[in-house]
C-alpha cells in the first residue's frame, strides 16, 4: 500500500513517499496532501522509495503544483529513481518541477526561492508602525452564500436555507445555525463563524448563549446557512503591528486598506482579513431576534476586561461590488454587508488562559479548532480597541457564489433520487467538483448509481459507483469488504474509497482498481450477456468463478448446513405473499394450484414456503460451506473495456451452503434473460424447465428440452449447465441436488416482486417454483425409502 509521510524540516514539508505512485497511489497522495496544513508554498517530496510512477501519479503532481503556483510556491522533487525520472523525461514533464538530487539541495532550492517571491515592507499608518511579509499575488476568492431571492425586507425561512458541511464552509461567518434539518437549524439561527474544524453560533433566540462544535471529521457536520462569506485559498500576507499601543479596529483595517490599495495596480473590490490580536475593550453585538437578523438591528455589547480574539472578515467597498455585474446578483440583499460601514467582522473571543503556540497561520487555526478555549462568538464593532496585531490577508482573485466551490450534484433522467441523501453524497464525494449520478437498476438492499465525477479543476477522475442502503446494509457490507473481500479477492475486486451515515441511510463508494484512466467504459455483466455468445460468456464465468473467487470456493469446510431455515426468501422480502396476493390473485393458504399450462394440478410452491418451510427448518445435513457473495446477480458483476473483472455488493456476503451463488444465477439465466411474451411462449419455457429437474444429482447433465424459437433460451441452458458444472466441482465427492435446489427456490420465489418482469414472466417463476418443489419432495421421499 502506497504512503505518505510528512515532516517539517526547517519549516518547510517534506513528504517522504513510499511504494507505487499508481492510480491508488495518486489518491492516497492527493487524499493526505490536501489535509496538510502549512503555510509555505514551497514543499519537499522524497522519492527515494518510490520505484514506479504512472500517468496517474504525474497528474497528482502536477495537480499540487498548480495549486502552489497560485501561492508562489511549487514542488521540489529529490532522491528520483532513473527510470521515475526517465519518464519525467520523456513526458516533457521533468521541466514543470525543481528536481534535486539530496534533501539538502531541494532545501537549498526552497530558500532560495522563498527570498525571490516574498517581500519585505515596513509601513506606518494611523501613527503606528507595521511590517508586510508575502507576495501581492491574488491566489484566493471571495464566497458568497446568499439565498434571498427578494430585494426588499426579506425574511429568512426553511426552505431559503443553504445546507452544507463545515468543510465546505471553511473560513466563513455569517448567519447560520447547527443542525441535522433546516427546522432544527432554525430554532439556533444567529450569527456564525467557522474554521472548518470548528465552528461557533450566536443563536437569536432571545437569550445569545454562544453554541460551538470541534471536530476532526468537518465534513460530516451539517450547517445551514442564511448569509454568509468564506475564504478559499490562503492568505497572501502577513502585516505584524510593531508599534505599542492601540487602535480601533475601523482604524486598524482602514490603515490596511490605504497600504494595499497603492501596491495593487487593480485592487478588487473586497478582500478578506484574519487577526490574532489582544482586545482591550470589546465593542460587539449580537441578534437576540430573528427580524434583527433579517433587518440588521444589533444590540450593543461592550466589555472592558481585556482578551484574546480571532477576528475574521471582509473588508469591502460596497459601491464598487454594487457597480460590478458580474457579482452584483450575488450581493443583492445581503444582510451581512452593511452600506452603512466598510467592513464585515465575527469574532471568536478567547478564554484568558489561551496562549498562542508559533506564528504560522494555519498552526494556530489548528490551535484554536483543538482548544476549549473559545468563550462566545460575536459581531465586533468599528470602535473595538485592539493591540498586538497579527493580521493575515487574503487578496481575492475574484469574487464568486459559493455555489462555484461546492460540490455540483447532477442526476439523470429517470434516476430516482432523494434530496435528504444529499448530505451522504457531499461527503463521501467531498473531494470532487462535480458529479453525474446515473442509477443502475437491480438489488432489493441498496440503490447504486454509475458516478462520473470531476476534481475542482474540471478533470474526469476514475469512474465509481454510490451505493445508498440502510445503516445496518452499509455495516453489513463494510464488514463484510474487510472480512472476506480484502483479504481474499482485492486485486480483482474493488475498493471502498468512503462510507458515511445520515439519519436513517449508509453510503458507500466503491472504487475500481486497475481500469484504464478516467475513459474507461465500464459495462455491467447483464449487458454483456445480452450481446456475446454462449462460449464467450463460459470464459468470463470461468474466471469470475476459477479464478477471482477461487480463494472462497477453493477452501470449502464439511459442516452442518440448515437448508430449509438458510435459504428462506423471507429474509430479505418480508412482503412476498402480500405481493402475490395483491398482484397475482394467489393465496399462500391454498395447498394446491392448477396449472393450464401444465394440464394438471401442483403444488402451491407459497403454500410449501410458508407451511413446509417451518417444519423443515431445523433438518440439518453436512454438506460443504465456502465464503459466498450471497446475491451474485449480473448487475454486482462489471467489464470494462479490456474485460478486466470488477465485483461489487458484499453486504450479504458470508459463509453459506456453497452452492448458493452458482444456484443465485439460474433464475436469471432462464427467466429475466429469456423471452416470455405469449402463453406459447411461457408453455414452451416450462417443457425446458422440466428438462433441467430431469437431472437427480449434480454431476448429471439436465435435457434440453425447448421447441420454441428464442435464442437465449439455449445460451440459458449452455449457462445453466456450466453452473451446475461449478456447484459439482466445489462440493468434491458430494452429487446430492436438494441443497442446491432449495437455493435456486430461494431467488426463484421473489421473482413474482420483480416491478420491471411481465406477468408471464411472474408466472412461469410460480410454475418453476412448484415444480423444484415437486422434485425436492420427490427425492426426498426416495432418500427416506432408502433409509
Not at 452603512?340 to 489548528?366: M, Q, R, T
Not at 428464442?710 to 462440493?731: G, H, Q, S
Amino acid at each position: 500500500m502506497f504512503e505518505v509521510k510528512v515532516h517539517s524540516i526547517q519549516d518547510y514539508p517534506c513528504l517522504r513517499l513510499k511504494g507505487r505512485l499508481d492510480g491508488l497511489g495518486a489518491e492516497i497522495f492527493e487524499k493526505e496532501t490536501d489535509s496538510l496544513n502549512n503555510d509555505s508554498p514551497h514543499w519537499i517530496v522524497d522519492f527515494e522509495n518510490v520505484d514506479y510512477m504512472s500517468s496517474a501519479g504525474m497528474r497528482a503532481l502536477l495537480k499540487k503544483e498548480k495549486e502552489l503556483r497560485k501561492k508562489g510556491g511549487m514542488l521540489i522533487l529529490f532522491g528520483l529513481d532513473p527510470e521515475v525520472e526517465k519518464v519525467l523525461a520523456l513526458t516533457g514533464l521533468a521541466k514543470q518541477f525543481i528536481l534535486a538530487d539530496d534533501l539538502e539541495e531541494a532545501l537549498t532550492h526552497a530558500r532560495s526561492q522563498k527570498k525571490t517571491n516574498e517581500q519585505k515592507i515596513a509601513f506606518e499608518k494611523e501613527e503606528c508602525s507595521f511590517t508586510c511579509i508575502g507576495t501581492f499575488d491574488c491566489h484566493s476568492t471571495i464566497d458568497i452564500w446568499n439565498n434571498s431571492k427578494s430585494s426588499s425586507s426579506p425574511r429568512f425561512g426553511k426552505d431559503s436555507y443553504i445546507h452544507t458541511n463545515l468543510k465546505e464552509l471553511g473560513l466563513s461567518l455569517g448567519i447560520g445555525g447547527f443542525g441535522n434539518t433546516a427546522a432544527q437549524a432554525e430554532e439556533g439561527l444567529g450569527l456564525f463563524l467557522s474554521l472548518a474544524h470548528a465552528a461557533g453560533v450566536s443563536p437569536a433566540d432571545g437569550f445569545c448563549r454562544p453554541d460551538f462544535l470541534f471536530t476532526n471529521e468537518p465534513v460530516d457536520v451539517p450547517m445551514y446557512v442564511a448569509q454568509g462569506l468564506s475564504f478559499s485559498g490562503n492568505p497572501s500576507l502577513t502585516i505584524n503591528k510593531d508599534s505599542a499601543g492601540t487602535l480601533s479596529l475601523e482604524k486598524l483595517l482602514n490603515a490596511y486598506h490605504s497600504f494595499l490599495a497603492p501596491q495593487m495596480t487593480s485592487m478588487s473590490a473586497a478582500w478578506g482579513f484574519a487577526i490574532l490580536a489582544e482586545v482591550t475593550s470589546i465593542s460587539a453585538s449580537k441578534t437576540k431576534t430573528k427580524e434583527e437578523l433579517c433587518n440588521s438591528i444589533s444590540n450593543p455589547c461592550i466589555e472592558n476586561q481585556g482578551k484574546i480574539a480571532l477576528i475574521f472578515g471582509v473588508y469591502y467597498n460596497h459601491y464598487k461590488l454594487s457597480k460590478d455585474d458580474t457579482i452584483r446578483h450575488l450581493i443583492n440583499n445581503l444582510q451581512v454587508l452593511p452600506v452603512s460601514s466598510s467592513y464585515y467582522a465575527h469574532a471568536f473571543i478567547l478564554d484568558e488562559i489561551f496562549s498562542v503556540e508559533g506564528d504560522a497561520f494555519n498552526k494556530i487555526i489548528h490551535q484554536i479548532s483543538q482548544s476549549e478555549h473559545v468563550m462566545d462568538v460575536v459581531r465586533l464593532e468599528s470602535d473595538t480597541i485592539i493591540s498586538n496585531a497579527k493580521s493575515w490577508i487574503f487578496l481575492p482573485s475574484y469574487i464568486r457564489s459559493a455555489e462555484e466551490k461546492r460540490l455540483v450534484i447532477e442526476i439523470t433522467e429517470g434516476t430516482k433520487y432523494e434530496p435528504e441523501w444529499d448530505t451522504l453524497v457531499r461527503r463521501i464525494y467531498a473531494d470532487c467538483g462535480r458529479i453525474i449520478l446515473d442509477q443502475l437498476h437491480g438489488g432489493f438492499t441498496s440503490i447504486a448509481y454509475r458516478v462520473t465525477s470531476y476534481d475542482k479543476d474540471g478533470r474526469r477522475l476514475l469512474p465509481t459507483v454510490l451505493k445508498i442502503g440502510s445503516v445496518d446494509n452499509n455495516d453489513r457490507e463494510v464488514n463484510a469488504y474487510h472480512k472476506y473481500v480484502k483479504k481474499f479477492i482485492l486485486n480483482n475486486s474493488t475498493t471502498i474509497m468512503g462510507t458515511t451515515t445520515y439519519k436513517n441511510w449508509g453510503g458507500l463508494r466503491y472504487n475500481f482498481l486497475g481500469i484504464n484512466g478516467p475513459d474507461s467504459n465500464l459495462v455491467w455483466l447483464t449487458d454483456y450477456y445480452k450481446k456475446q455468445p454462449a462460449e464467450k460468456l463460459i470464459s468470463i464465468f470461468d474466471r469470475v468463478f476459477t479464478e477471482i473467487l477461487k480463494p472462497w470456493y477453493g477452501q470449502p469446510k464439511w459442516e452442518l448446513v440448515y437448508p430449509y431455515a438458510e435459504h428462506s426468501p423471507l429474509n430479505l422480502f418480508s412482503n412476498l405473499f402480500e405481493t402475490l396476493e395483491q398482484e397475482l390473485d394467489i393465496s399462500p393458504d391454498d395447498r394446491i394450484l392448477h396449472s393450464e399450462e401444465l394440464e394438471r394440478d401442483i403444488i402451491n410452491p407459497y403454500y410449501f414456503l410458508k407451511y413446509e418451510y417451518p417444519k423443515r427448518k431445523s433438518r440439518s445435513q453436512l454438506w460443504y460451506k465456502s465464503i459466498s457473495h450471497g446475491d451474485l446477480n449480473m448487475q454486482n458483476i462489471l467489464l470494462d473495456e479490456k474485460e478486466n473483472i470488477y465485483i461489487i455488493d458484499f453486504s450479504e456476503t458470508k459463509s453459506r451452503n456453497i452452492v448458493e451463488d452458482f444456484a443465485r444465477l439460474e433464475p436469471i439465466f432462464k427467466i429475466e434473460m429469456c423471452s416470455i411474451e405469449n402463453e406459447l411462449a411461457l408453455k414452451e419455457m416450462l417443457q425446458f424447465e422440466q428438462g433441467l429437474l430431469v437431472a437427480n444429482r449434480l454431476n448429471e447433465l439436465p435435457q434440453f428440452t425447448y421447441n420454441g424459437n428464442d435464442p437465449m433460451v439455449k445460451k440459458a441452458y449452455t449457462l445453466i449447465c456450466k453452473l451446475r458444472e461449478y456447484a459439482n466441482t466445489v462440493t468434491l465427492f458430494e452429487t446430492d441436488i436438494i441443497p442446491y435446489l432449495i437455493a435456486l427456490l430461494e431467488w426463484t420465489y421473489p421473482i413474482v416482486c420483480y416491478t420491471q418482469l411481465n406477468k408471464n414472466k411472474k408466472r412461469y417463476a410460480i410454475l418453476s417454483a412448484a415444480l423444484i418443489c415437486e422434485k425436492i419432495v420427490e427425492l426426498e421421499d426416495k432418500n427416506n425409502a432408502k433409509l
